[in-house]
């Protein structure tokens, strides 16, 4: 078994790069989380006409080590009928993944863990896992709604994976390689503008894969009660809120890689780009939410298997058609031919799709 | 149901939230700052006017609840009743001013301050001595316009906001 | 092989996740599809009936305001009505202008509420509630201003009005009228077309038009389903036939529509008070009234269009100071009777923004 190569820029040996990364990676996820959290709770609230928390420190700034406090000192609830050790674990399965998947994020040029030449494959199989840990949570707190709420997550991650993944696929045909960094280097034109339909059909898959607005019936009071972290209280609780917005983090990542061209920028340092592009996607994330209601559940997989999976296979052919057929064409021409087709095609399926059933006889 | 506007009027909502970023909030901040309430306020007191308080009852015979109870007992030599007991249990009272409109006196007065909370709810039952005006107990202008005249004028959240800025 | 399942009972309340108060559903559930529907409620029951049988006919007044407490003028103003009908009282005129200003404040107010409340069901959370309540917090302070509290106010009395206006409401008004409908073009724009809006409530809930006139329900939800009622013209009380405006309808009589006959209503309310404000006479606003009040023998009903149906009130005098028998016709409870019928084959999902659009108020439906 022969020791990992290492690209020739970086100092010390193998075990060298992977401790600054792994401790630059947990200092990231950890910091962007608590300010995503404060940045949430104040833009919200900037845009409903009140102020957020703003008592805590300057500005509030300190809200989300108040809130980290407060749950510490929570007392730890086990259902007396449930499943311990799955109950125990469920949390911990659902917050690996979000770290594992900053691996292969680069913030710089070069700058990432692990340059795996199966980046973005590494990224799908990864983030499924964290609904394992969902479905475990709801089963073993031995409570009929949470197995419920459980259930429907599942059942609409497993269905928003695939308009996900095939959009993935016609960034994957543009750049030519699986690895994160090649395609952050292929990206002259950002890929939203050449793949306008492909970052709309995966930036609503990502939004309903990590619950939120306006997909987030499973942890809103439309149920009767709170869905799978019912049952949780303290530092297990805390875990799940911390997946909920390390997943967001994770996306907005994921975005500014394959959509918005990473680390790439002219005047600021690399890094201050990363920054600055996933500070947007989360504000877009955040002003949707704001502003729009909610789904119901047969309205969420009929949006999926009817106007999402359809649009992305017709996105994948007519980019696979496009690389084949017309590969010297100026790239800025087939912009515009991609802004017309996405266009067209959002109308004509706007005017065919049906959501959802009616009423049922009884 | 059908997807009917192909995606605008998501777009016309995101856009109203967006200029909402750009207006200053109308929040205020309580402890620190203060709004000033309406100079008609029926604040959570009653303010009593010794001197001209003739005992008529007519007070308490118009309260809804029967809060106000007043004892009173002949005095010679000044031809008049003099109220021994006259107490209010603002615990029990809905603070509706029936009593502060009926006195043909205008010996009663609603209170003007609204911070008025106490621990124990025996100390809500206020007694001849309880009830006087002073500096921090003021008697608002409700149905009273000679005091309504002296206080500032309300605070209006409609001059602090418009729609189009 | 075939899995046998069965319904099951599940409770809806009483500690309701939606802004409603405590209203309990028992419901029997298959799968997520409600089949049978039971509304419980009385938790709330404050027996107003009777205490006002130990009150004199102005000490009611108070009571009547915590009836429905979103929308007080208007049940102040209702009762008011009856005992004046009781008594042959007369009103002057300036008197009758203040209380058409302060009824379709109230109204505007009120659907602010009801509608806030019913998108935050659909689950826009607390963007388009927190923009209502900010409007309602201008008519709040005119409120204030007038008679010196924001929810109870115990402004109108039998004969009148209790005290005349400050001299800065009508700069006030005039400015709120103003811009008002600046304010209700942004909520449209905010949430009227917006598709998934759309596709919640559109065919959600419908009440049949022949079932709303046989239930006599009242206020959005009967206008909501085709059919054009409103008792300010079909019947009208104190001077509404001065005044020009439009009853909005539905046509279908789903969420949908009771949310847009509430959103209309506060256009055509601004209308009023525009007419309102220019016609206003100056003049004293309280006639002379006895300190207590003996009715003659006999029996009256009062009813006004409130903001949430028809608000009627029944006074039975046997000529003492206190009424005999008072009797409330309360708009939301007969508004309920349909609930099983408009929520039967529908989910749990959807039960809770058919019950956020009938806009009830718990004060009034257990009294």
Known sequence: MAMPTLSPDWPGGFWAHWGIFVVIILVFVMAMVMGFIWFERRAIAIMQARLGPNRVG??????????????????????????????????????????????????????????????????????????????????????????????????????????????????????????????????????????????????????????????????????????????????????????????????????????????????LPPWLWFLVKVGLVFFAIVWIRTTVPRVRIDQLMALAWKFLFPLALLNLLITAVEILVFPAVSLWVLVLINIAIMVVLVILWSKLFKLGWGRVEV | MKFERYGIGIAKGLSVTLRHLLRRPVTTQYPEQRLVTSRRIRGNELVWDREKCTGCATCAKSC?????????????????????????????????????????????????????ARYRRSELVLAKEDL?????????????????VTLPRQTLLLDRDRARR | MIIKTEPFVVNIGPVHPSTHGVFRMRATLDGEVIVDLEPVFGYLHRGVEKLAEERTYTGVIPLTDRLDYLASMSNNLAYCLAVEKLA?????????????????????????????????????????????????????????????????????????????????????????VDRMPAFIDEYDQLLRENEILLARAKGVGILPKELAINISAGGPVLRGSGVRWDIRQADPYSIYDRFKFDI?????????????????????????LKQALEQLPSGEVRSEVPHLIHPPVGEAYGHIEAPKGELGFYLVSDNSISPYRFHIRAPSLINLTALKEMMVGWKVADAIIIFGSIDICMGEVDR
């Open chain 3, 248 to 272: 909005p309808t539905g046509s279908v009589g789903d969420c949908y529509d009771r949310y847009r006959v509430r959103v209309e209503e506060m256009r055509q309310s601004v209308r009023i």
């Open chain 1, 58 to 267: 300057p500005f509030g700034f300190l809200q989300p080590v108040a809130d980290a406090i407060k749950v510490l000192l929570k007392e730890d609830i086990i259902p007396a009928a449930g499943d311990k050790w799955v109950h125990w674990l469920a949390p911990v399965v659902a917050f690996v993944p979000v770290l594992m998947v900053f691996a292969v994020v680069p913030f710089a040029d070069g700058a990432l863990l692990a340059d795996l030449n199966i980046g973005i494959l590494y990224v799908v199989a990864v983030s499924s896992i964290s609904v394992v840990g969902i479905f475990m949570a709801g089963w073993a707190s031995n409570n009929k709604y949470s197995l419920l709420g459980a259930m429907r997550q599942v059942a609409s991650v497993v269905s928003y994976e695939i308009p996900v993944v095939l959009s993935i696929m016609g960034v994957v045909l543009l750049a030519g390689s699986l690895s994160m960094q090649q395609i952050v280097l292929a990206q002259d034109i950002p890929f939203i503008l050449l793949q306008p339909l492909g970052f709309l059909l995966f930036f609503i898959g990502a939004c309903a894969e990590i619950n939120r607005a306006p997909f987030d019936l499973m942890e809103a009071d439309s149920e009767i009660v709170a869905g799978f972290h019912t049952e949780y209280s303290g530092m297990k609780f805390a875990l799940f809120y911390l997946v909920e917005y390390g997943e967001a983090l994770a996306i907005s990542a994921i975005v500014t890689t394959l959509f918005l061209g990473g680390w790439r920028g002219p005047v």
């Open chain 2, 132 to 148: 006087l005006a002073s500096e921090e107990r003021k008697p608002s202008g409700y149905f009273r316009p000679k005091i309504e």
């Open chain 3, 88 to 176: 042959g009282i007369p009103v002057p005129e300036r008197a009758q202008y203040l209380r058409v200003i302060m009824a379709e404040l109230q109204r505007i107010a009120s659907h602010l509420i009801a509608v806030g409340a019913f998108l935050n069901d659909c689950g826009a959370f607390m963007t388009p509630i927190l923009y209502m309540i900010r409007e309602r917090e201008k008519i709040l302070d005119l409120f204030e201003m007038v008679s010196g509290q924001r929810l109870t106010y115990n402004y109108m009395r039998v004969g009148g009005v209790s005290h005349d206006i400050p001299d800065e409401f009508l700069p006030a008004l005039k400015k709120f």
């Open chain 2, 64 to 116: 809804p609840q029967g809060t106000i109870q007043i004892v009173t007992s002949v005095s010679a030599e000044e031809n008049k009743y003099v109220v021994e007991k006259f107490e209010v249990d603002t615990g029990y009272c809905i603070f509706c001013g029936l009593c502060v409109e009926a006195c043909p006196y205008e010996a009663l007065f609603m209170g003007y301050a609204y911070e008025r």
